[in-house]
């Protein structure tokens, strides 16, 4: 019998390259806003290149990450629901390349092609069960899992391709926003992480898949202290 074929498969990236109109390409330095909150929400962004974060300001002045896209995310799709402004700011965790497409174009090639309207859907439902799991993740574990998961996936472990365990170096100030706790308490978990050979950092950040230990097992000698910072 003859093998079947393997469908090809597409290729987001390459397709956006291809869209007539409402599209431009932009290059971000570390830390440059890409939009702020409040502002129009008129376009959905693309990752090309690079890593944002999403982070949102109380009427009390307090800063929440609240997301994290890198290359090949989406972000700013909410205008497609009828999002007049922005929820939150965006900006570069590095230098990145960031491709603008206006609300009138994405809508456009949602109708007419259905091989990006099926990867668009699939990068909603994915970015839904994200946020579900994060929640979760909150509501249940410490303080020192949250973290570990965090750096696992800035290092993209359980996602499609090999993991990248060189990532760019995040301030340990982000890192609390995100993971939801203190400064002081994420710089004792990443000496921990780092002692115990899950990552090493040194300009860089590596993240060994051996942090996976911090949130399969329910070690001792990997909760000791955790307890106390949760």
């Known amino acids: 019998m003859a093998k079947a074929r393997k469908t090809p498969t597409f290729n987001v990236k390459k397709f956006l390259n ?3 109109g409402g599209r431009t390409i932009k290059t971000y330095r570390k830390n440059e806003t890409i939009f702020s909150q409040g502002d129009p929400a008129d376009a959905v962004f693309y990752v ?7 982070s949102v300001i109380s009427e009390l002045g307090k800063e929440a ?5 890198r290359k090949g995310d989406f972000f700013g799709e909410g205008c497609l629901n009828g999002q007049p402004l922005r929820l939150g700011t965006v900006a570069a965790m590095m230098d990145s390349v960031i491709m603008r497409l206006d609300k009138a174009s994405v809508v456009k090639v949602l109708h007419e092609e259905p091989k990006f309207s099926d990867a668009f859907i699939a990068h909603l439902l994915a970015r839904n069960a994200r946020v579900e799991e994060d929640l979760v993740d909150q509501l249940f574990n410490s ?3 949250r973290l570990a998961r965090v750096l696992l996936l800035m290092a993209n472990f359980g996602k499609e391709g090999k993991p990248e365990p060189v990532i760019a170096k995040v301030s340990q100030e982000t890192l609390a926003q995100i993971v939801g706790t203190t400064r002081s308490q994420v710089s004792t978990f990443m000496n921990k992480f780092r002692q ?5 950092y040194n300009g860089s950040l590596e993240v060994h898949n051996s942090l ?10 990997l909760r000791r202290g955790s307890d106390a910072a949760k």
């Open 18 to 20: 291809t869209v007539d």
């Open 196 to 200: 115990l050979g899950f990552i090493k």
């Open 143 to 145: 303080s020192e899992k």
């Open 48 to 54: 090309q290149e690079g890593q944002v974060k999403v």
């Open 212 to 221: 996976l230990n911090v949130i399969l097992h329910d070690n001792p000698e």
């Open 65 to 69: 990450v609240v997301a994290l896209h």
